[in-house]
């Protein structure tokens, strides 16, 4: 079983900056590749960005391409997301996620992982 905790939340302006955390616990980190997603009041659950297990790879959504970037600290089990010039359209509770090699399924997709964090807000005003 694997842990996952989110942090770095909270409101900003927009046009601002914010950096998200995931610290897992329980397994070996760098045995996973890990992702975020987001989730908007009323909306599904959307792909945000991902990361190989050797952080060696990233892919973005078209939405949050060139703002936002995701990387890995594998001595200290945590994965980022560093997120810049944040508009309103990020509102949402992000969660992290993280996905064995033994997983099916697209990297991109909510069913391509196996364990999720709690979630951490972000909201982001006009």
Not at 9 to 31: I, K, M
Not at 93 to 119: H, L, N
């Amino acid at each position: 079983q694997v842990q996952l905790v989110e942090s770095g939340g909270g409101l900003v302006q927009a046009g601002g900056s914010l950096r998200l955390s995931c610290v897992t616990s329980g397994r070996t980190f760098s045995n996973y590749a890990m992702g975020w997603f987001r989730q908007a009041p009323g909306k599904e659950r959307e792909f945000v960005a991902a990361i190989r297990r050797n952080g060696g790879s990233t892919a973005y959504a078209e939405s949050v391409k060139g703002r936002f970037t995701i990387s890995r600290y594998n001595a200290k089990n945590t994965v980022y997301l560093q997120m810049n010039v944040l508009k309103p359209e990020d509102t949402a509770v992000y969660y992290c996620a993280a996905r064995t090699v033994a997983r099916s399924g697209s990297s991109y997709a909510i069913e391509g992982y196996d364990y999720w964090g709690q979630g951490t807000q972000v909201t982001v005003s006009s």
